[in-house]
């Protein structure tokens, strides 16, 4: 066990014994209406009837061909959903709702300034603008099927608009968080081998237009230093006509999207008849080793999982109004504001900037003026919401039927403050618990059917069979009061295909750990392992109590400790470097960096300072550590191990337990009284 796992082992022993919530029931007039109010739900997708319970996930969709195959295991961890059948993701998410919602909206776009209209896109305007798009990307740049592009884009329509285009053509697209640096979007070219870069000029955030095209010459710069050079930069531009970027753009390279554009006034390009198993997207997510890997989602599997869990466990109806405050630069975006909610026909929401801008009433007032009636955010983004206003929400008029937590594990009293003050008690509130890997959500409450409660994820969705081991394997049974490994039993048609170029590393990191016979061909035998610690209740609710891995989890964010540690070795002056998570009152968790220096240099503000900004510029702003603490040593075990245990007990200020077997066990105090004080 690393020193990383003793850390999180002891905090998760300290989470077992916070008290048991209180079961909270759904409201009758959510049940009233909701999507799933059978409880035959859970027969239909017991054990008994896997996999073929999926056929009604599938069956919301429109297939060209139906599949032959439900489930092929012939190559496990490799699992292949609804094989033969052939469907295209964009006509599934835009060309079939125009029969019936030609005229209804599909995207509202929300610009940050406030007094900026809201541009709403009708389903028909989104199928021709998605067309003309998928028009340039097929005959100006010359993409086909199973090309890369990476996307650089910030949270504006034009985002969800390149993703359909791309499904349309089978362009397998790769959208880098915006808020990442142009360094972290270089090197996802690179791995990606992405033949075009589509960024934006300009967006904002936090009341300030940012030069976002800026970051795109940094991108390819870095791309190139790792043999990749992508042909193309294309350029939305944040105000069509004006171009908002001091940068200057590269003749040959660069081209503006909206002078292209109207070349292509009236162009249409059939939808690609895609095979179910074909990739859909690639996202980005930290592991354990140093660089990101990017997760390959499927064609029908994914759709299928996003459709199915969009609607049973958002409860999206084709008449609501959605909005999910994450960014589509992350998973939840991808599955649960595009692909889930377009593919039922919703109204969704794509807000471009902060949510306490310009105060933290905004949210309120959006969804005031949209009728927004299903809302979903992360615990970081209620923790600020509550900080900038206790009693603010009840002031607006708002109406939410049904919420939802994602990210990180939430603080029961948070809860309490997201059920009575934003969701006025009227709300169901449903804490779902998932990963980029697993494409959509694993345990949850079924809203209308499941009581809620507050600080526990639920148990497994139906279909989604979890179970934890201990270190050795052992179940651990519900209510056992242990902290454990969260595992996933059986496949389910949302789980990445495998790891973009290292499928090695899908069977090494995800299931290795419990396999029970590598050469057996029965899903049974591959539990899929989620790197989370969590504690079965007796009552079969799942609470999760963060990574067990070297993952930092800051404000839902996925932070490698290797990726800060390695930013920081770029400094010059720095030998060593320790990252390690820190609770945050607003966060949840944020790095706080141990660096050591090589001889002769001295320890300065200037330099702390100057670390944090390169873990900054070299991954973007959240990695930007609280504290950077410059050490004479790092404490550090007889086989040269650096303890970041000891580290982690240091900046939290509890007991470092015993440290007499280090190799240098004095540094202890002296770390203690630089950091302390
Ligand atoms: C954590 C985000 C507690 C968990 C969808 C997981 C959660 C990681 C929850 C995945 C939740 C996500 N309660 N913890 N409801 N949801 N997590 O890949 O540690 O960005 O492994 O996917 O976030 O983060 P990712």
């Known amino acids: 066990m690393s020193s990383q796992n003793q850390g999180e082992t002891t905090e998760a022993q300290l989470a077992v014994h916070w008290k048991e919530e209180e079961l909270i029931q759904p409201p009758p007039s959510f049940i009233a209406q909701a999507n799933v109010a059978d409880p035959g739900i859970f027969e239909r997708f017991s054990e008994k009837n896997f996999p073929e319970c999926y056929h009604e996930y599938a069956n919301l969709l429109d297939w060209y061909k139906p599949w032959t195959k439900t489930l092929d295991t012939s190559n496990p961890p490799f699992w292949k959903w609804f094989v033969g059948g052939e469907l295209n993701v964009c006509y599934n998410c835009v060309d079939r709702h125009l029969a019936t919602n030609r005229n209804k909206t599909a995207l509202h776009f929300v610009p940050e300034p406030e007094q900026e209209p809201i541009q709403h896109v009708t389903y028909q305007e ?29 949270m504006t329509a034009e985002l969800p608009i390149t993703m359909l285009a791309c499904a349309r053509l089978g362009v397998i697209h790769s959208q880098v968080f915006s808020g990442f640096s142009g360094q972290a979007c270089g090197e996802r070219i690179a791995d990606s081998q992405s033949r075009v870069l589509i960024t934006m000029d300009a967006y904002y955030r936090g009341g300030k237009l940012l030069d976002h095209k800026k970051l795109a010459d940094i991108a390819v710069d870095k791309s190139k230093d ?7 930069v294309l350029i939305w531009q944040r105000y069509p006509g004006k171009y908002s970027s001091e940068t200057p753009l590269i003749p040959g390279r660069d081209f503006i999207i909206n002078e292209l554009l109207p070349d292509l006034r009236g162009r249409r390009v059939e939808p690609e008849h895609m095979g179910s198993t074909d990739p859909l997207f690639l996202m980005y997510t930290s592991g354990s080793t140093g660089r990101p890997k990017a997760c390959q989602h499927s064609t029908g599997g994914y759709l299928a999982y996003v459709t199915g869990t969009s ?88 109406h939410f039927k049904h919420m939802t937590t994602v990210g990180e594990p939430i603080e029961p009293a948070v809860w309490h403050w997201y059920y009575d003050v934003i969701g006025k008690k009227e709300a169901v509130i449903v804490d779902t618990w998932w990963q980029t890997e697993t494409g959509g959500f694993l345990c949850s409450t079924v809203p209308a059917l499941q009581a809620m409660k507050p600080g526990s994820g639920g148990p497994g969705i139906p279909g989604i069979y979890p179970v ?5 394997g052992n179940e651990l049974p519900a209510g056992s009061g242990k902290a454990g490994n969260i595992c996933i039993r059986n496949p389910w048609p949302g789980l990445m295909q495998t790891i973009w170029g290292d499928p090695d590393r899908m069977v090494r990191v995800y299931f290795d750990r ?29 609470r999760i109590l963060g990574r067990i891995d070297d993952v930092i989890n800051v404000a839902g964010h996925r932070l490698g400790t290797k990726e800060l540690e390695s930013a920081a070795l770029n400094v010059p002056e720095v030998a060593e470097a320790a990252a390690i998570p820190v609770p945050d009152e607003l966060k949840g968790r944020v790095p706080e960096l141990y660096v050591s220096l090589k001889p002769g240099y001295k320890a300065s503000p200037e330099l702390s300072q100057r670390i944090a900004q390169a873990l900054s510029d070299t991954i973007g702003p959240i990695a930007r550590p609280k504290n950077v603490w410059i050490v004479p040593d790092m404490p550090k075990t007889r086989s040269g191990k650096i303890m970041r245990r000891v580290l982690t007990a240091i900046s939290t200020k509890s007991n470092t337990g015993d440290i007499t077997t280090l190799a240098n066990p004095d540094v202890v105090e002296e770390i203690r009284k630089t950091v302390q004080g």
């Open 126 to 154: 989104l199928w021709v603008r998605v067309n003309e798009f998928a028009a340039l990307l097929r005959d100006v740049c010359g993409l086909k099927k199973g090309d890369r592009v990476t996307l650089h884009l910030p």
């Open 226 to 232: 790792e043999g990749v050079v992508p042909e193309k």
């Open 311 to 398: 609607k049973y466990i958002q409860d999206i109806h084709p008449e609501d109004v959605y909005w999910c405050m994450a960014d589509i630069g992350w998973i939840t975006g991808h599955s649960y504001i595009v692909y889930g909610p377009l593919a039922l026909g919703a109204s969704s929401v794509v807000y471009e900037g902060v949510p306490t801008f310009p105060d933290a009433g905004r949210p309120w007032r959006i969804a005031e003026d949209l009728g927004v009636n299903i809302f979903h955010t992360s615990p970081t983004a209620i923790r600020a919401l509550r900080r900038a206003g206790e009693d603010l929400p009840l002031k607006y008029n708002h």
């Open 468 to 472: 934890i081991f201990d270190d050795e």
């Open 514 to 542: 419990y396999c029970k016979n590598p050469n057996s061909k029965d899903w049974r035998d591959w539990p899929y392992v989620a790197g989370d610690g969590a504690v079965f209740a007796a009552d079969g609710y799942f």
